[in-house]
């Protein structure tokens, strides 16, 4: 690798290219990885702790605006849900993924705003 490259960014390319699957880093890994979270804004930080945290849940508040808003659903609320549990390649799958971000980086800036005045 050229020299220039940082260690950090070459473990994680040699992490991230390991052939065995078994030994090759996550996604989760690589989010808690110390390249990665360098000079990361801290609302992406709290972002990619949120989703760590809750990688596999499923946000209901979000579900039930999700079929508000979006008209076309046919399915029912359980259905909904299991098809966003198993990332289905579903219009509303990837809907409810970008409103769910959008609220995830809402409450980010609203926490970071209230800790501002403690500094």
């Known amino acids: 690798m ?15 290219l390991q ?4 030994k090759r880093i996550t996604l989760s890994e690589i989010k808690r990885h110390r ?5 990361l804004p801290s609302y992406l ?10 990688d596999n849940q499923v946000d209901k508040d979000v579900v039930r605006h999700l079929i508000n808003i979006d008209q076309r659903i046919k399915k029912n609320f359980d259905e909904v849900c ?3 549990a198993d ?3 579903i219009d509303y799958v ?3 993924e ?3 971000h959008d609220k995830l980086k809402r409450e980010c800036f609203a926490a970071n705003k209230g800790t501002e005045g403690e500094r």
């Open 2 to 16: 050229p020299r220039q490259i940082s260690a950090d960014v070459k473990d994680l390319i040699k992490r991230m």
């Open 19 to 22: 052939t065995n699957p078994v």
């Open 35 to 39: 390249w990665f979270l360098q000079d």
């Open 45 to 54: 930080q709290e972002l990619s702790r949120a989703n760590l945290r809750n």
């Open 82 to 84: 299991k098809d966003i």
């Open 87 to 89: 990332k289905r390649a």
């Open 94 to 96: 990837g809907s409810y």
């Open 98 to 100: 970008l409103i769910k």
